[in-house]
């Protein structure tokens, strides 16, 4: 069984970064993709940033150049470095995984954590 585990949300003024982490535990990175979510009050989940198998990684528009999709194989471990933060960055982050490549829908991934919360004051 499969289980993430988020850490490393908080609270931070704006401009200010944050590292969060995303342990896995019952199996290994091989053949899935990793993906990091966010939700805001009275909004749907939304993709972040994503990592595939191969390392490929892909951002949304709104992130590319302030925020850095990573992981370290040995440890299992998914990281998500986030640099340059605003208040609208402010949600719940979760990680979550599936097999194959990266895709941006949330139904498409199998397995979530439980979440993160990240405020980022102005």
């Known amino acids: 069984q499969v289980q993430l585990v988020e850490s490393g949300g908080g609270l931070v003024q704006a401009g200010g970064s944050l590292r969060l982490s995303c342990a896995a535990s019952?199996?290994?990175?091989?053949?899935?993709?990793m993906g990091w979510f966010r939700q805001a009050p009275g909004k749907e989940r939304e993709f972040v940033a994503g990592i595939g198998w191969l390392s490929g990684t892909f951002y949304i528009d709104s992130v590319r150049g302030r925020f850095t999709i990573s992981r370290d194989i040995a440890k299992n471990t998914l990281y998500l470095q986030m640099n340059s933060l605003k208040p609208e960055d402010t949600a719940v982050y979760y990680c979550?995984?599936?097999?194959?490549?990266?895709?941006?829908?949330?139904?498409?991934?199998?397995?979530w954590g439980q979440g993160t919360q990240v405020t980022v004051s102005s």
């Open positions: 979550a995984t599936r097999r194959g490549r990266i895709v941006t829908g949330p139904d498409e991934y199998e397995v």
């Open positions: 019952g199996r290994t990175f091989s053949s899935y993709a």
